[in-house]
C-alpha cells in the first residue's frame, strides 16, 4: 500500500522560509515523478513543482521560479520543497503526489497535470501572514 506523508507547514511572515517534506513509502520501486501542487481556499489546484525521479530534472511553476527549490532523498523516498521569499498569495495547502506508471517516461509539459499522479498526499497548511 502506497502512502504519501507530508510534513512542515506552518505560518510565516512574508519574506519567511518553510520547508516541507513528503515521504513515500510502499513505492520504492515504482517511482517515477513526483511533485508539489497547492489550493488555496476558493481556488483550483494548481502546479508547483515535480521532479523525474530517474533523470533529475526538475521543473518549476513560474510564480514560484527563483523561490523555491525541490529537492530529494532517493534513499527515504523523499522529497522536499524549500521555500523561501513567502508571500500572501502562496498560502495554500501544499499536497505531494506520485507518479507510478511504469510504462512510460514522465515528460513535460504533462507533469503539470494532477491526472499524470496516481497517489496523493494528505496536504500541509501553508499560510504567509503578517
Known amino acids: 500500500q502506497v502512502h504519501l506523508v507530508e510534513s512542515g507547514g506552518g505560518t510565516v511572515q512574508p519574506g519567511g522560509s518553510l520547508r516541507l517534506s513528503c515521504e513515500a513509502s510502499?513505492?520504492?520501486?515504482?517511482?517515477?515523478?513526483m511533485a508539489w501542487f497547492r489550493q488555496a481556499a476558493g481556488k483550483d489546484r494548481e502546479f508547483v513543482s515535480a521532479i523525474a525521479w530517474l533523470r533529475d530534472n526538475f521543473y518549476y511553476a513560474d510564480p514560484v521560479k527563483g523561490r523555491f527549490t525541490l529537492s530529494k532523498d532517493t534513499a527515504m523516498n523523499t522529497i522536499f520543497l524549500q521555500m523561501n521569499d513567502l508571500k500572501p498569495e502562496d498560502t495554500a495547502k501544499y499536497y505531494c503526489?506520485?507518479?507510478?506508471?511504469?510504462?512510460?517516461?514522465?515528460?513535460?509539459?504533462?507533469?503539470?497535470?494532477?491526472?499524470?499522479?496516481?497517489?496523493w498526499g494528505q496536504g500541509a497548511q501553508v499560510t504567509v501572514s503578517s
Open positions: 503526489a506520485l507518479d507510478t506508471k511504469y510504462w512510460r517516461i514522465p515528460r513535460w509539459p504533462e507533469m503539470k497535470r494532477e491526472s499524470e499522479y496516481d497517489y
Open positions: 510502499g513505492a520504492a520501486d515504482n517511482m517515477y515523478a
